[in-house]
T-cell receptor
Framework: AAGVIQSPRHLIKEKRETATLKCYPIPRHDTVYWYQQGPGQDPQFLISFYEKMQSDKGSIPDRFSAQQFSDYHSELNMSSLELGDSALYFC????????????FGPGTRLTVT | AQKITQTQPGMFVQEKEAVTLDCTYDTSDQSYGLFWYKQPSSGEMIFLIYQGSYDEQNATEGRYSLNFQKARKSANLVISASQLGDSAMYFCAMSDGSSNTGKLIFGQGTTLQVKP
């Protein structure tokens, strides 16, 4: 079965650089979520999209922005990177906002040096 | 505000035995969902099981079952016949029923180690 695809899987950036993370949801899933998981922590919700519109926003820094495109893939743009942005970034998708299953991608491990 | 609590930072279980991972939650919503995920050392988050707040039966998926006690606000995960491959971090999560956006709030996680 098709899964959520994230690219790249690993990314190393320097402070103050920018990064773009991509997410391709499971086919026919119209809802996408982004989560950030710091070392030894639980995942924290960043932002979500439903039918290409932002549906909810969590503790996402102003330096971060995201969007969902017409083909339902989503991108998380991160600017002025800080050391504290080093984390595992997950994208998840579901059939709709009230779905009984929310599937996560493999994650993008971002390291800021 | 909603909150998920997993009080067991680490658990050990002997191979082939059953184990229960605890999860309690706090919410004032009537409609919500409860999820369990497995995170192996490789880092991916694997969906295991879901329980809706209005579901009358406890959810089961293969060796996984969710012991849902609504009045006690608990949603414990039971893994039967543990296998070495079950060694991982396990997260309990809840969907935010009031916002209806499906975002998940996670507990702190429980590390499970299966001993041969």
């Amino acid at each position: 079965a098709a899964g959520v695809i994230q690219s790249p899987r690993h990314l190393i950036k320097e402070k103050r650089e920018t990064a773009t993370l991509k997410c391709y949801p499971i086919p026919r899933h119209d809802t996408v979520y982004w989560y950030q998981q710091g070392p030894g922590q639980d995942p924290q919700f960043l932002i979500s999209f439903y039918e290409k519109m932002q549906s909810d926003k969590g503790s996402i820094p102003d330096r971060f922005s995201a969007q969902q495109f017409s083909d339902y893939h989503s991108e998380l743009n991160m600017s002025s990177l800080e050391l504290g942005d080093s984390a595992l970034y997950f994208c998840a998708s579901s059939l709709d906002r009230l779905a009984r299953e929310q599937y996560f991608g493999p994650g993008t491990r971002l390291t800021v040096t | 505000a909603q909150k998920i609590t997993q009080t067991q930072p680490g658990m050990f279980v002997q191979e082939k035995e059953a184990v229960t991972l605890d999860c309690t939650y706090d919410t004032s919503d009537q409609s919500y969902g409860l999820f369990w995920y497995k995170q192996p050392s490789s880092g991916e988050m694997i969906f295991l099981i879901y329980q809706g707040s209005y579901d009358e039966q406890n959810a089961t998926e293969g060796r996984y079952s969710l012991n849902f006690q609504k009045a006690r606000k608990s949603a414990n995960l039971v893994i039967s016949a543990s296998q070495l491959g079950d060694s991982a971090m396990y997260f309990c999560a809840m969907s935010d029923g009031s916002s209806n956006t499906g975002k998940l709030i996670f507990g702190q996680g429980t590390t499970l180690q299966v001993k041969p």
